[in-house]
Structures are given as C-alpha cells and as structure tokens.
C-alpha cells in the first residue's frame, strides 16, 4: 500500500471509530469515505463492510441507489450538460450526444484516461445562454454539437 | 396474553395481540394471497399482494397489519381485488413470460396468483431490459429477467444465512438483485447453499442443471452408472408426485433409479456410517492428543466455503474426514471396483442430494483419486423428481421395497439422521459412547440434539469423558456460534455445523414449499419426523454395528484413521479469506 493510501484508510479508520456506535451510521460513513477517496472503490466498500460487520452488498446497494456515490474515480475536468427545460428545448440532449461520441464514454462515466466525467445535470442558472455546458468552472453556451470537438481539445492539450 | 376479537370475511375469529391480518385470516380458512412474504424470513409488505379493506382510508398489507380489537376486515370486495389485480399486471407487465419452457412452471408462486386472480393478459407492455444470465457458478443459475424484485432471496442470504452475497442494486426500473460491483456469483462468498432457490417464488434463482450427463452416461454402453442418494433425497422426493412432507419413499426411490437405468444402487447412507467410523476415531486422537478443538463437522459443503471465506482460523479444526457422498464415491471407485473385478475408469458416479452445494463440492479439484473424480456428477432431489417424470415412471405406484445393491449400500440408523441438523452428533455419539464406556450403551437417542432451534447444546459424560457438544444449523447460526466460542463465552470439543437451516433435509436442491404452504408445514420438522422414523424402523442403529462396515475394514481399509483411510476418505481444505 502507497504512503499516501495508508494514510487515507488511517483516516477512514478514525471515521469508523468515530461514528460506528451511532444508529444509522453507514450513510454518514459513506460520506466522509467518499471525500477521503474521492469516490468508492472497492475496496473502500469491502473495508467499510468488514468494520462495521455487514455484508459488501449492504453498501453496495446504498451507492448505487444514491446519485450523490460515486464508484468510479472523477476526472480530472468535470463536465456538466444541462439539461433543464430551457437547453432542453435549444437542444441540450444533441449537445450531450455529441460529447458522449467524442469522449467515448456514456453520461456518468469518466474517459480511461481519466481526464473528463460527463454529467449531465440539472438547471445551471444560466438559460439566457442556452444550450450551456460547464467544465470545471468554465462556462460554454449558446452551444451547438459542431463546436464540441474544439472545446474538448483544448483541455486535452 | 391479550386475546383480540377481529371480524374476517363475516367470521369471527379470536387470536392473540401481534397477530397479523394474514394469520388470523388463515384462522378464519381465508387464504389472503402473497407474493414477497416468507414466514419468519420475508414480511415487508412491499409487493402489496396481500391488500385487505380494514375499515381504513387506504388498503392495508395485510403481512405486516397487526390486527386490533374489534376489527371488521374484508378481503374480497371490488376495491381489493382491483388493488391486486392491478399489481399483478405491472408485476406480469416486465416479467419474462417463457412459462413454457421454465422449471418453475406448475410450482410457480406469480403463475399460480395469475391463475387464482383471473389475470389472463396485462394491459401494460411494459419495457424490458435484457439482462444477461449468470450461468458461470457449478451450483446455481440466476436470471435476473424472470425476478420480480420480492426480495426473499435476499432475506434468508442476508438474514438468516448472514452472507449477503446478493443484495439490491440500483434503484427504480434498472434495480436488480445481484451481487455487488456486477460480478458473477461464482466471484463472490456465497456458498452455494441454494436457500435463495427455496426462497424464490419464480424461475429467477435455479439450481445447475445437470440431468443431460446422467442421461448420456446412462446411454453409454461403456460406462457402469452407479448412484447414491443421501439420507435427506428419501423424505422429500415423495412431495414432487403430490405426496405429504416428509413422506418416506425409500423403496419407491431406489426402485425409480432401478427403472432409470442405473446399474447399481448404493446409498450415501452407507458412508455415513464409514463418516462416523472415521470422524470419531479423529475426534478421540484429539482428545488425546490435545486438540485442536472444538473439532467441526465436516459434512456440509456450505458450510466448508462458508468458514474456508469467513473463518480461515479455523481451518485446523475442521475434521478432514470428507463429506459421506465422497466417501461413498472414492470407495466406489476402489474398494468396490477390484471386489466387483470392474475397471474404475469405467465407473460413473452419480449423486443424488438435497444440495445445490455438493455441485461445488464435486468439482473441487482435490476430489479425485488416481485421475478420476471421485463424483463424476451431482443432482439435486428436484433434477431426479425431473428424471423419473420425463421417464414417465409413476412414482406413486412403484412398489415400495428397496433394491440396493450388495457391498457399499448396507446402512445403521445412525446414517439417515445425518439428514436433520444433530443428527451427525447424534450418531457420532452411539459410536463413540460405545468405545469409551468399553460395552454396548442401550440408550441411542439423544433428544436434546433433535430440534430446529439454531444452536443446540449438550454435555455427556462417557466412560470418564466429559463431553460438551453444540450443533449449529444454518451459517448464521454457525457465525453465531463461532462469535461465542471465539470471545471465550463457551467450549465444546466437538460442534456439528449445517449450512442449511435444519440441516439436509432444508437443503437448498430439495423439492420447494410454497410460501403458502410454508404457513401450515414446516418442511424442517415434517422431513426430519420421517429420517427419525427411518432410524427407528432399523434393527441396528449404531453405524459401527454395520456388518458392510466391519467387513470393509476387515478387508480393505485396516483401521479407522489407517494410512489408506486417510488416503481415500480424508481431505484439506482451500483459505478462500479476501
């Protein structure tokens, strides 16, 4: 085990203790596991399991019933489709196709070289740009499909 | 306790507090149907078949309603069953219909409510998703198309098993129940007990077929196809031509497997006894030689992946006396070739057993002897129930005497009894009472063993030897067990162990209980009546009285824990721990 995974199941491990004896305390756990690893692996799920004495599929049905888990790792540049009722209707689900050809990758996946996760999410708050995507913090809008490979290409250089 | 009078149907009825609407109506000979409640494993009112009018705003489920004074319930007005009727339909709506050609066709709970509730096409089409069969595992095949998301599997695997192999996964239309992170069953802790087949109300969880291979060994002229059925085949096997659990149909079976085209009839019950020879004489070289102990029965292959996973500590104490059914097979294959003069190679060896585990067990690669497997295939009560009725042998008319063949099929009452959970300790005790009090001990039943309670406990003291036991039946019960023997809570020298709940005769490949059923029978209790009956029906009931076993020893192995008898009965085991 690397250094710096030691040191993330150290702090895992004071999250169990801390919150073991409390009802209800696997959500929680879950939680604070999920900001520790940045997601939830494996083996994350089975050491959770082991701790607390339940059975691996226990938790795995909690993180694939909640959107908020994550099992995969994130990418390094997050990018989110909106799909509110404003881009929906300028189009926004072209948009999402087109990312997910270009990337390769359905909604909710990371690429294998873990550089992008496409989300598609709920309303951005910016209708008046419709149809708009945001990666990381970077705001695109009045978007059509044709102009995704060249936005895609700047974060891949 | 507090008796509550409740109305059901226009029929008064009187039943204490904490009845459910179900059980009182039962009471009252209304049958309320159910689809997701299993009796003490499954009552979560969630399929909402069991919707009853009681005098409230909304339909209640009647499962999970405790019923109060006075109560005035009506479980057949129009509201109800359009309730029911509706709920069926979007069940049957992304249900995969290929009732035709399904093994749970006639023994199934959602055709048998379609049938009773007059739902004879839904008017939703629902969307299918496809999903893909898990067929990888030598023991059970799951498809996910025909489950219905009751979630009874899951509950005895999770609950009463404390394995969890498969849970709920997803959430909405895409929920499945599966193992976690998409993996086969095959890559996971289950052990293959086959509880969750005996749970399933459909055709989603079933057993690996594998009647084809005893069809086609059967019509190879080159081969010798032999068979053995365990103890637990005999008082179930009855229940799939319509007769009562527990029902004994020694005779008929051996007589159907004659009709099959074996060409000898063993029995399993044979090396039960020979089980017992050997698993005795290693407990007392335990005792002897200071442990280790407690030692652990080694009979129940669910149980052995279950600690092989769970309990790899443990491992030194498992006794490594194989299972009965590989007994049997390696004597097969030895002993009874060279006295038979046949070449072993020859020899097929087919099991009947009331386990979807002994599938598991057969292809452990350190069961063979010389090249051959030991068991050349294994099938459950229900792949032979199929046999005999694709055969078209009239089960129930079959005349009832026995036609074992000669050698390796002779049996004591200690052997049928290995079939109820205490029933190994039971035996092991007639034999070893014997040797430690140096005479023949009259008394042979040792009721505080019988029963269907989890954990059972006993002490005897035998020729000076004090004697603490305990049973443990189903893996929950074991872990239990384990949990109290491990903080120092109790000590035992020898501990029975049986995956299954209420040991062989509950095993996961035996004929299934309809949850309805369920409610009036328990199959435990009813198959376990009839081995003890089967016990008593014998003159000799202590396994090393039988005359087969003194002569193979006499002849062949030497001494209980010999060179050879460790050779051809004795066995190790794998640490599977993660």
Redesign the interface.
């Known amino acids: 085990m690397s250094l710096e995974n030691k040191e993330k199941y150290e702090a895992l491990q004071n999250v169990i203790d801390e919150l073991k004896n409390e009802p209800g305390a696997l959500m929680p756990i879950m939680q604070r596991a999920q900001d520790i690893f940045g997601y939830l692996p494996?083996d994350v799920?089975?050491y959770i399991a082991k701790e607390l004495d339940?059975?691996?599929?226990?938790?795995?049905?909690v993180a694939?019933?909640y959107a908020q888990f994550n099992l995969e790792p994130k990418g390094k540049y997050i990018i989110s489709v909106c799909m509110g009722t404003a881009c929906y209707v300028k189009g926004s689900q072209l948009v999402l196709d087109k990312l997910e050809e270009v990337l390769e990758i359905p909604a909710g996946r990371t690429t294998a070289d873990g550089l992008f996760t496409l989300n598609a999410t709920r309303c951005l708050g910016a209708c008046g740009l419709a149809p708009v995507i945001m990666v990381n913090d970077d705001v695109y809008g009045r978007l059509t499909p044709d102009q995704i490979p060249a936005i895609i290409e700047k974060y891949r250089r | 306790m507090a008796m509550l009078n409740v109305t059901i149907d226009g029929v008064k009825v009187s039943v204490p507090a904490g009845t459910t609407v179900l059980e009182a109506a039962r009471q009252a000979n209304v049958h309320i149907p159910t689809l997701c409640y299993l009796k003490d494993i499954n009552e979560i009112g969630a399929c909402r078949m069991c919707v009853v009018d009681v005098g409230a705003r909304a339909l209640a489920a009647a499962c999970v309603m405790p019923v109060s004074e006075g109560m005035v319930v009506k479980t057949n007005t129009p509201a109800v069953r359009n309730a029911r009727k509706a709920v069926l339909e979007l069940i049957l709506s992304n249900h995969e219909r290929k009732c035709l050609s399904c093994v749970r066709s006639h023994n199934c709970e959602l055709q048998k409510l379609a049938k009773d509730l007059g739902v004879e096409e839904t008017r939703f089409e629902g969307a299918n998703i496809n999903y893909p069969m898990d067929q990888l595992s030598p023991s059970l095949v799951r498809d996910p198309n025909k489950c219905i998301l009751c979630r009874r599997c899951l509950a005895v695997c999770r609950n009463v098993q404390k394995i969890g192999a498969i849970g709920a996964v997803d959430r909405g239309f895409k929920t499945q129940i599966a193992p976690s992170f998409n993996k086969s069953i095959v890559d996971t802790n289950c052990v293959y007990c086959g509880q969750c087949i005996n749970a399933c109300p459909v055709g989603a969880l079933i057993e690996k077929d594998d009647t084809q291979k005893v069809w086609d060994a059967i019509s190879d002229p080159e081969k010798i196809v032999v068979v053995q059925p365990a103890p637990a085949v005999r008082v179930a096997l009855g229940e799939e031509f319509g007769m009562p659990i527990g029902t004994r149909v020694t005779g008929k079976m051996t007589q159907a497997l004659k009709r099959l085209g074996f060409d000898k009839i063993f029995d399993t019950d044979f090396a039960a006894d020979l089980t017992i020879m050997e698993e005795a004489n290693e407990l007392l070289e335990r005792i002897k030689n200071n442990g280790p102990l407690p030692m652990f029965t080694s009979c129940s292959p669910g149980w052995i992946k279950y600690c092989e996973h769970n309990f790899p500590e443990l491992l030194p104490n498992l006794s490594s006396c194989k299972s009965p059914m590989q007994m049997e097979g390696a004597i097969i294959k030895t002993y009874w070739a060279e006295k038979a003069g046949v070449d072993p190679s020859k020899i097929v060896t087919v099991a009947v057993m009331p386990c979807t585990s002994k599938k598991f067990e057969t292809s452990r690669p350190e069961m063979e002897l010389g090249g051959l497997r030991t068991v050349d295939i294994s099938i459950t009560t229900r792949e032979l129930a199929r046999m005999i009725k694709s055969a078209g042998i009239q089960f129930a008319q079959l005349p009832d005497e026995e036609v074992f063949d000669e050698l390796v099929a002779e049996s004591t009452g200690a052997a049928p009894i290995f079939g109820a959970t205490g029933g190994v300790m039971e035996a092991a005790l007639r034999t070893a009472a014997d040797v430690l009090e140096g005479r023949s001990v009259e008394n042979v039943e040792y009721k505080a063993l019988r029963g269907i309670e989890g954990i059972k406990e006993a002490e005897v003291t035998l020729g000076g030897v004090n004697l603490k036991v305990a049973i443990a039946n189903s893996t929950g019960a074991a872990k239990e067990l384990i949990t109290r023997i491990k903080n120092g809570d109790a000590s035992y020298a020898f501990v029975e162990v049986m995956a299954c709940p209420g040991g062989c005769v509950n095993g996961g490949g035996q004929p299934i209980v309809s949850a309805s059923k369920r409610m009036d029978v328990d199959p435990r209790v009813a198959r376990a009546a009839g081995l003890y009956a089967e016990d008593e029906a014998k003159t000799i009931r202590k396994s090393h009285e039988n005359p087969d076993i003194k002569k193979i020893y006499d002849e062949y192995l030497g001494n209980p824990g010999s060179e050879k008898a460790h050779h051809l009965l004795h066995t190790h085991y794998t640490n599977r721990a993660k």
């Open positions: 494996e799920q089975n339940i059975p691996v599929s226990d938790i795995y049905g694939t019933f």
